[in-house]
């Protein structure tokens, strides 16, 4: 893994930067503001600062030399990219080192519990090290959080392939960190049309809360990015999610229609040409419902080929492993998606988002954790994520 700091100007003179050496394929660990250097600094801005990560294949663990240090400084979770207004209070990027602390002390502490208190293992002529009680506490805090086994045992692999003797305990931690944000990927949100109107399809399974995070994402795009947005729902098997919708339009100050069918979705198009997005609430269905999966898959690609459109598949994070794999193989049957996962603040663990993320191979985009609208909802934060998955606070 390669990890490098460039500065700019601006958030995006560095990352163009960084493009420009190490290509397309870096991930951002971290964005920063720091201060010029002379006499002149209190006359100028300050610059921007970010680091970014390239995973290498066959990547080797070198060691750390004294006058290196500066430049392999653990990094710290990106910034969120959803305004202060939508998400609330900012955390303040600090230091990995800082960012990680408690998750630091509980696995030192963890390591140093007496011998009675660990779990009771097979006596073995050599004591295992303390990367190999790191790498255990791990996989088995993964677990705890419903990590799948296969997926655990991955990551646990790719450490202990790149390990030397004597690794720190603060860089094998920090590798683990940085290997699992790369796992997740960056996180992909609605983007526009590059001409005219973009329609975006929300689709999953009844009760996951699609028409409530769509409001939540029209309240952001129409109030903090000024985008004309227009709302209308196929769901004409529930009148009370119609109505719903309905009233977040009113509020919103925006267009809302009922469809019935695939024709009148084209329709639509020609009402709204001149609006930046249209959302389309879609009815759920049972993914073991053969019928009802054809009459989605019509409503879904009614415009194929007449406009830009994204879907986008909802989930809710406290749905069993088992049917969220049923779940994301019958949608995979009718098109392509991205993620959004519902109620996080129903759910002390995360294992799923990792585990469905993998599985998929799709990006995943928002989350959600709550009624409000719109504060309870977020661009998913792969760093937040894997500080939880390893036992770190959120």
Known sequence: MIIKKFQGKTENDAIEAAKKEMGNNIVTMNVRSVKRKGILRFFLKD????????EEENEKYKPIKKEEKKETIPV???RRAVPEEVKGERRDNTLLEEKLDNLHSLLEQQLQKPEEEKVEEEEEEKPPSEFEKLMKLLYNTMLDNEVDEKYANQIIDEMEKSAKPNMPFDYALTNVYQKMVLKFGKPEGISPAENGTKVIFFIGPTGVGKT????????FYIVDEKKKVALI???TYRIAAAEQLRTYAGILEVP????????EIQQSLGVFSGYDYIFIDTSGHSYQNEEQKQSMSRIVHSIDGEVETEVYLVLSAT???KDLLKIVDAYSEITEFKLIFTKLDETSSLGNLLNIKL????ALSYITCGQNVPDDFNVFS??????QLLGGKN
């Open 76 to 78: 710290v979770p990106v």
């Open 256 to 263: 809302f229609r009922v469809v019935y069918s695939p024709e």
């Open 233 to 235: 729902t196929s769901d």
């Open 319 to 321: 749905t069993k492993y």
């Open 212 to 219: 409530t995070t769509i409001a939540k994402l029209a309240s």
């Open 359 to 362: 599985y998929t191979g799709t």
């Open 47 to 54: 610059l921007v600062e970010v680091t970014v990560a390239l």
């Open 382 to 387: 792969p760093q937040d994520a894997v500080r």
